[in-house]
């Protein structure tokens, strides 16, 4: 069984920084896309950042300038650096992957952590 556990979320002050760690466990036979998503309370959720195998980035308009996705593919770990956070970035964080396990591709989520930027 295929699992993806978040870390690295709590509180922090506007304008502060913050780092998620999503590491992905099982039997993983490769790693395709990963990224993170997030929802805030009464809100869908919403892509944050993704990256390719490859490394190509996208990121969402309003974090765009402020958030860094990255990966270790030998960790199978995708990290997603949070700078200049702002109350708007609250919300719990979903790490998201797209994987091969046993000559089929799924689409995973981790269980999600919380996020939250106020003074």
């Known amino acids: 069984q295929v699992q993806l556990v978040e870390s690295g979320g709590g509180l922090v002050q506007p304008g502060g920084s913050l780092g998620l760690s999503c590491a992905a466990s099982?039997?993983?036979?490769?790693?395709?896309?990963m990224g993170w998503y997030r929802q805030a309370p009464g809100k869908q959720r919403e892509l944050v950042a993704a990256?390719?195998?490859?490394?190509?980035?996208n990121y969402a308009d309003s974090v765009k300038g402020r958030f860094t996705i990255s990966r270790d593919n030998a960790k199978a770990t995708v990290y997603l650096q949070m700078n200049s956070l702002k109350p708007e970035d609250t919300a719990v964080y979903y790490c998201?992957?797209?994987?091969?396990?046993?000559?089929?591709?799924?689409?995973?989520w981790g269980q999600g952590t919380q996020v939250t930027v106020s003074s």
């Open positions: 998201n992957g797209r994987l091969w396990t046993r000559n089929r591709a799924g689409i995973y």
């Open positions: 099982g039997s993983i036979i490769s790693i395709e896309t």
């Open positions: 990256i390719s195998s490859g490394g190509s980035t």
